[in-house]
């Protein structure tokens, strides 16, 4: 065999694990999947699917001086205030948890077209969504699906079969208690991938998130991971969660084939023709603000959407 004939052979036996990664879902932890975050060598650029000719992709900038005023009713989460047991696995793409659910968890109403149920939580570290060009140290995401679909993998085909509320995250120098637990297996967690670990304590989700639930950025996007189908509703919260600068080192360390991820955001998508709409907490808003003082990083949006309101 020339040496050219046995650099196609191995080119396609590669495109083959692509193709077989794709067909499942992303979130699963795939192995020997060839994506990475890295510039070159099947980074961002490089990634199949709907990723580089999607018109409707994420994550993307949010700001809102240009975000259209949302009217949407209550965000419902149900069931996010009971305790629940899960694992926490590193897939070679992530840190992601999840949970059993003896009472089902979904999101609703808040201007969604549908019910969706809690299938995993994972995060991304630096955040991938953007406050005015703010990149922030963490981002959350909690992915759901259309309860009218069996698993997740129907619904990913589905326009609107998805949908993820965003967190984001502060750097502050006191750890946040709450994500403790989560964490509890690290640094040997972020060593292994594909096992999962038994978390030792109850976790009770809705303590994650925010205390104003609506406050947030609503749009039409996409997984921000391969293959990038343009499935999802996100809601992104504008209020933003504490995390310890230690914490965040953490999930710095996390590996995949052996060597730390470093960074695992995908880049800013452009919006097109897409509007982006931000839902304000009428009452409580002065709350928030006040709160907006103690931030030590990603503050400026708060601050800017302060003068869009009083003005
Ligand atoms: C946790 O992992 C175990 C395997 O170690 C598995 O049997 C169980 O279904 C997992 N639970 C959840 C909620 O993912
Ligand atoms: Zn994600």
Same mark, same amino acid.
């Given at each position: 065999?020339?040496?050219?004939?046995?650099?196609?052979?191995?080119?396609?036996?590669?495109?083959?694990?692509?193709?077989?990664?794709?067909?499942?879902?992303?979130?699963?932890?795939?192995?020997?999947?060839?994506?990475?975050?890295?510039?070159?060598?099947?980074?961002?650029?490089?990634?199949?699917?709907?990723?580089?000719?999607?018109?409707?992709?994420?994550?993307?900038?949010? $700001?809102?001086?240009?975000?259209?005023?949302?009217?949407?009713?209550?965000?419902?989460?149900?069931?996010? $205030?009971r305790k629940t047991v899960?694992?926490?696995?590193?897939?070679?793409?992530?840190?992601?948890?999840?949970f059993e659910?003896?009472?089902?968890?979904?999101?609703?109403?808040?201007?969604?077209?549908?019910?969706?149920?809690?299938?995993?939580?994972?995060?991304?570290?630096?955040?991938?969504?953007?406050?005015?060009?703010?990149?922030?140290?963490?981002?959350?995401?909690? %992915?759901?699906?259309?309860?009218?679909?069996?698993?997740?993998? $129907?619904? %990913?085909?589905?326009?609107?079969?998805?949908? #993820?509320?965003?967190?984001?995250?502060?750097?502050?120098?006191?750890?946040?208690? %709450?994500?403790?637990?989560?964490?509890?297996?690290?640094?040997?967690?972020?060593?292994?991938?594909?096992?999962?670990?038994?978390?030792?304590?109850?976790v009770?989700?809705?303590?994650?998130?925010? $205390?104003?639930?609506?406050?947030?950025?609503?749009?039409?996007?996409?997984?921000?991971?391969?293959?990038?189908?343009?499935?999802? #509703?996100?809601?992104?919260?504008?209020?933003?969660?504490?995390?310890?600068?230690?914490? %965040?080192?953490?999930?710095?360390? &996390?590996?995949?084939?052996?060597?730390?991820?470093?960074?695992?955001?995908?880049?800013?998508?452009?919006?097109?023709?897409?509007?982006?709409?931000?839902?304000?907490?009428?009452?409580?808003?002065?709350?928030?603000?006040?709160?907006?003082? &103690?931030?030590?990083?990603?503050?400026? #949006?708060? &601050?800017?959407?302060?003068?869009?309101?009083?003005?």
């Amino acid at each position: 065999m020339s040496p050219t004939a046995s650099t196609a052979a191995m080119t396609c036996h590669h495109l083959l694990l692509f193709i077989l990664a794709g067909s499942t879902s992303s979130f699963l932890p795939v192995e020997g999947s060839g994506w990475t975050y890295k510039e070159g060598g099947n980074g961002p650029d490089e990634w199949p699917g709907m990723c580089q000719v999607g018109a409707r992709q994420s994550p993307v900038d949010l $700001d809102p001086k240009t975000a259209v005023p949302g009217h949407f009713e209550s965000l419902v989460l149900l069931n996010y $205030d009971r305790k629940t047991v899960g694992n926490v696995t590193n897939n070679g793409h992530t840190l992601m948890l999840t949970f059993e659910q003896p009472c089902e968890m979904v999101m609703a109403a808040g201007g969604l077209p549908a019910v969706y149920r809690l299938e995993q939580i994972h995060f991304h570290w630096r955040s991938e969504h953007t406050f005015q060009g703010k990149r922030c140290p963490l981002e959350m995401h909690m %992915v759901h699906y259309d309860r009218q679909f069996k698993k997740l993998g $129907d619904a %990913v085909k589905f326009n609107q079969g998805l949908a #993820v509320l965003a967190v984001l995250f502060y750097e502050t120098k006191e750890p946040n208690t %709450v994500l403790q637990p989560l964490l509890e297996f690290m640094p040997e967690v972020s060593q292994t991938e594909g096992i999962p670990y038994k978390l030792s304590q109850h976790v009770t989700l809705q303590n994650l998130l925010p $205390d104003e639930l609506n406050y947030f950025y609503r749009y039409a996007g996409s997984l921000t991971t391969p293959n990038c189908d343009e499935s999802v #509703v996100w809601t992104v919260l504008a209020q933003l969660v504490p995390i310890g600068v230690q914490q %965040v080192a953490q999930f710095h360390k &996390v590996q995949s084939h052996h060597e730390p991820l470093t960074s695992n955001f995908r880049p800013i998508q452009t919006v097109n023709k897409r509007q982006i709409y931000l839902q304000q907490p009428s009452e409580r808003y002065q709350e928030i603000s006040a709160a907006s003082s &103690v931030y030590e990083s990603c503050f400026i #949006v708060i &601050v800017l959407s302060t003068f869009s309101i009083t003005h």
